[in-house]
């Protein structure tokens, strides 16, 4: 069975603090990472890709990969309630499919 | 750009009833297509995917079916709703198709009762 699996949360964080998310996957095969937001109610938007192992920096957003453990990270600097969201991780290997993971729920208190 | 667009965006519909739910794509020829499905307190569940007109593969066995009928029209469909059937239907598409770079449509929320 290929998982993907994330704290549920919720994570609650105070506004201008750093958010860090964690995502572990099962599939050693895995290839290629996402991360996607989905607010109440609306669908996913792809908000970080990451491939190689390190981190890897978009605005506020750094993606981190280790392989060798497994593990994604997302870090959400000077959080704002804006940020507040599902963050879904997902997991790609040589098919078509990505595996996603139920996802975190974020909350930014003001 | 490319614009993906769902409808319809919620129903109810009654155990035992046909379902059909349509997604286009504005912007983009050829586009790789996906049906995926969010049920409650479950992760988002590829149903199909389509790299073509008429060219559809099935990822999860179960009473819906997928059509292709023109470059940029993707249909989700059933012929007899189960309770099981009821999530948030999201149509997605992709530059390529081993991308996992998707751009989801709006959804299509389905309660069946």
């Known amino acids: 069975q290929k998982e993907v699996e994330q704290n549920s949360g919720p994570l609650s964080v105070p506004e201008g603090a750093i958010a860090s998310l964690n995502c572990t996957y099962s599939d050693r095969g895995s290839q290629s990472f996402f991360w996607y937001r989905q607010y109440s109610g609306k669908s996913p938007e792809l908000i970080m890709s990451?491939?190689?192992?390190g981190d890897k920096e978009d605005g506020r957003f750094t993606a981190q990969l280790n392989k060798a453990s497994q593990y994604v990270s997302l870090l959400i600097r000077d959080s704002q309630p804006s940020d507040s969201a599902t963050y879904l991780c997902?997991?790609?290997?040589?098919?078509?499919?990505?595996?996603f993971g139920k996802g975190t729920s974020l909350l930014v208190t003001p | 750009s490319q614009t993906i667009h769902q409808w319809p965006a919620t129903l109810v519909q009654p155990v035992g009833s046909p379902l059909s739910l349509e997604c286009t794509v504005e912007?983009?020829?050829?586009?790789?297509l996906y049906w995926y499905r969010q049920a409650a307190g479950r992760g988002l569940q590829l149903l199909f995917y389509s790299v073509g007109i008429g060219q559809i593969s099935s990822e999860v066995p179960q009473n819906l079916s997928a059509s292709r009928p023109q470059d940029r029209q993707f249909i989700l469909s059933s012929k007899k709703l189960l309770l099981s059937d009821s999530g948030f239907y999201l149509c997605a598409y992709a530059w390529a198709l081993n991308t996992g770079e998707l751009f989801f449509g709006e959804g299509s929320r389905l309660t069946v009762l």
């Open positions: 990451i491939y190689s192992n």
């Open positions: 912007g983009t020829s050829n586009p790789n």
């Open positions: 997902a997991a790609r290997n040589s098919g078509y499919a990505l595996n």
